[in-house]
């Protein structure tokens, strides 16, 4: 072959492959991470999981690709004529040398501006106070009318209901109908909660709707639905969307509910447990019943187990007057015998004492100590007297002679001994019976168990 010199001299060409290398590594250098909002086009899911559509504006269009990994992330999915803004990189696919960007997040365009409304109205209500916890009123435990904020037609309502009637189906319901979405849904939801408090027959008020994207549940982020919500005087549960799906009414609701269905089981009681309950409450009554009744027969038995004989009393009184009467004594004389000890020491002081003029003194303190002495004698004297007399007085009420002094008698057999059974004579016997003045010489005619008074013979 001969080489041709001229040929030698021309630049070296690229390899489609090596172009198409440089152009890639060239825009993943230069633009690491972009945002692009658009309207979706050709929008297609194979098999393999990934997203392949192209993002168009009025005069161009761009090919995007978001693999499986990242739309997975994605909880509503886009459709075609959507208005999106996605966020990823741009590169070239090499194999084909189309212009591309690989999506890390889609969006839909608006949910920026409204996530900005959204953030402020937080904040702006916050700062008023409508979210305090002091304000939040008590969900009745058991509510006499529940009240329903939702579309007549939507998945909430039957939801709700559903619960209820498997939970407790006594309680009425009252629906109060809405739209949830779109734009005149917040002027009819202000309405619907303004009409509930006029109806005045629900004490607690469920509000909300199943779930939807953020523009869906947009009329529940407004400000005049919430100022409704925060002002309504009746208890208020907020359910919006999904457990996931936050929105401003669930901020100045009185409580949140993760879903419709959860907002019906937090306001209603589950009848078979209210049953369970009443059945254990009724067994510990009547379990709590027996044990204060036995330990009331426990207490009855052992105060009449305490219980004393009153003979057994008389007898202690008798014996402790008698002690009281020797002490008595003991104490007279023991006054007496100090008195005379103190008037013979006088007496031997004054003796001791010559002169005249001392002697008439001490005579004449003798004298007064005599007189004095005397005085004192006669006055604890006739204070132990009163005392004895009371005492004897006292002892006389519970005597036998006093029991006896009211109509009571005591019988005694032949041997002299008291008869305190019927069975202890037999007829014939002799029966002496003392009574207060004497005793009566009887005999014994008949005799019976039964302690009730015999009719008299007629005569």
């Known amino acids: 072959m001969v080489n041709d010199p001229l040929q030698d001299s021309r630049p070296r060409a690229l390899t489609v492959s090596e172009l198409n290398h440089q152009a890639r590594h060239l825009l993943e250098s230069s633009f690491m991470q972009v945002w692009v909002e658009g309207e979706l086009s050709g929008f297609s899911r194979p098999s393999s999981g990934h997203w392949y559509f192209s993002l168009k504006d009025r005069k161009c269009q761009i090919r995007c690709a978001m693999f499986r990994g990242m739309n997975q992330r994605i909880r509503t999915i886009p459709k075609e004529g959507d208005k999106v ?32 409304a959204f953030e402020e109205l937080k904040r702006k209500l916050q700062a008023e106070g409508l979210f305090d916890a002091g304000l939040k009123k008590p969900i009745p435990a058991l509510p006499a009318h529940i009240g329903v904020v939702t579309s007549p037609t939507g998945a909430a309502i039957h939801d ?26 917040t002027a009819e939801i202000v309405r619907a909660i303004a009409l509930s408090q006029t109806h005045g027959v ?88 027996k044990r204060a009744f036995q330990q009331l027969n426990t207490k009855l038995d052992h105060l009449s187990a305490r219980l004393r004989d009153p003979r057994r009393e008389l007898l202690e009184k008798a014996q402790r007057l008698d002690e009281l009467e020797q002490r008595l004594g003991k104490a007279i004389e023991q006054r007496v015998e100090r008195l005379q ?74 041997q002299g001994n008291i008869v305190r059974n019927a069975k202890d004579v037999s007829v014939g016997d002799p029966m002496f019976t003392h009574v207060a003045e004497g005793m009566v010489t009887s005999e014994v005619t008949s005799v019976s168990a039964d302690n009730s008074w015999p009719t008299p013979p007629d005569n």
């Not at 629906?175 to 779109?182: A, E, N, S």
């Not at 400000?223 to 919006?240: D, K, L, M």
């Not at 996931?244 to 078979?272: G, Y």
């Open 85 to 116: 803004r996605i966020r990823g990189k741009v590169t070239l696919y090499e194999t084909r040398g189309d212009f591309q960007i690989i999506v890390e997040h889609i969006e839909p365009a608006g949910l920026g501006a409204l996530q900005q």
């Open 202 to 289: 629900a004490d607690v008020l469920i509000i909300g709707r199943g779930g939807g994207s953020l523009e869906d549940l947009w009329c529940f982020n407004e400000e005049s639905v919430a100022r409704a919500i925060a002002a309504c005087p009746i208890p208020t549960v907020s359910a919006v969307g999904h457990e996931t799906d936050v929105t401003i009414a669930d901020f100045v609701a009185d409580l949140r509910a993760p879903t419709p269905s959860a907002a019906a089981e937090k306001v209603s009681p589950d009848q078979r447990e209210m049953l369970r309950q009443i059945n254990d409450r009724e067994f510990r009554l009547i379990s709590a019943a």
């Open 341 to 414: 000890t103190r008037s013979t020491h006088l007496a031997q002081r004054l003796a001791m004492q010559s002169p005249r003029k001392q002697l008439a003194n001490s005579r004449e303190v003798l004298d007064r100590s005599d007189l004095q002495l005397n005085k004192a004698m006669q006055r604890i004297l006739a204070q132990q007297q009163d005392k004895l007399e009371h005492t004897a007085s006292a002892l006389n009420v519970v005597s036998p002679l006093a029991t006896l002094g009211r109509g009571y008698a005591i019988a005694r057999d032949k």
């Open 160 to 185: 709700i209901l559903t619960v209820l009637a498997r939970r407790c189906p006594g309680i009425p319901v009252t629906l109060y109908p809405t739209t949830v979405q779109g734009q005149p849904a």
